[in-house]
């Protein structure tokens, strides 16, 4: 099983900020495997990224992906009041598909 | 507008088994799939199944194996998992999430319920 572990755990942050989040995985895999999830309190999770760094329909490009093998990147410019929330990252290239224990961003 | 709406809280007791419904609106249910995903109390999220929504071929986890079903109505647009043999480690918001690739099971999850609390209690 691929064990996806994120960091920081929580984010204290400010609005306008510059934010990278972690995703590291305990095994190398497909980038085009890899996706983002957002969730806010009290709302079903919103795909942000797939393939690592591919926008879902309506995302703002201030969130952007990077990465491969193992170290993957959910970044995010200038923060939005809107952003806080928690960040999920999910790979789905073996079975079973596994997700981080997410990133929660609060405001500072 | 495309929407999965899931069926209510449930409380269960241990070795009871629970059903659960996600109906989705909005798309061609057959053209996608469809994945059950839970989430304890202070955990992360877990994958336990997944349904092709058109021919009903399905995938499970191994840690779920034997113990859970996931079916669907392709009439009523609707996916159901049932999970049985409950125990209080079973309680969690269960998910369903929309597999983008309606064939392949390794796939992104491009839209979700907003989840159903079950709690196994006593």
């Known amino acids: 099983e691929i064990v996806l572990t994120q960091s920081p755990g929580t984010l204290s942050v400010s609005p306008g900020e510059r934010v990278t989040l972690s995703c590291r995985a305990s095994?190398?895999?497909?980038?085009?495997?890899l996706a983002w999830y957002q969730q806010r309190p009290g709302q079903a999770p919103r795909l942000l990224l797939y393939?690592?760094?591919s926008r879902s329909a309506g995302v703002p490009d201030r969130f952007s992906g990077s990465g491969s093998g193992t170290d993957f990147t959910l970044t995010i410019k200038r923060l939005e009041p809107e952003d806080f929330a928690v960040y999920f990252c999910?790979?789905?290239?073996?079975?079973?598909?596994?997700f981080g224990q997410g990133t929660k961003l609060e405001l500072k | 507008q495309d929407q999965l709406v899931q069926s209510g809280a449930e409380v269960k007791k241990p070795g009871a088994s629970v059903k659960l419904s996600c109906k989705a609106s909005?798309?061609?249910?057959?053209?996608?799939?469809m994945n059950w995903v839970r989430q304890a109390p202070g955990q992360r999220l877990e994958w336990m199944a997944w349904?092709?929504?058109?021919?009903?071929?399905?995938k499970y986890s191994q840690k779920f194996q034997g113990r859970v079903t996931v079916t669907r109505d392709a009439s009523a647009s609707i996916a159901y998992m049932e999970l049985s043999s409950l125990t209080s480690g079973d309680t969690a918001v269960y998910y369903c999430?929309?597999?983008?690739?309606?064939?392949?099971?390794?796939?992104?999850?491009?839209?979700w319920g907003r989840g159903t609390l079950v709690t196994v209690s006593s």
């Open positions: 999430a929309r597999g983008y690739s309606g064939i392949n099971p390794n796939s992104y999850f491009d839209l």
């Open positions: 909005g798309y061609i249910f057959t053209s996608y799939a």
């Open positions: 349904i092709n929504a058109g021919n009903g071929n399905t």
């Open positions: 095994q190398s895999f497909s980038t085009s495997s």
């Open positions: 393939d690592a760094f």
């Open positions: 999910h790979q789905f290239d073996s079975s079973p598909y596994t």
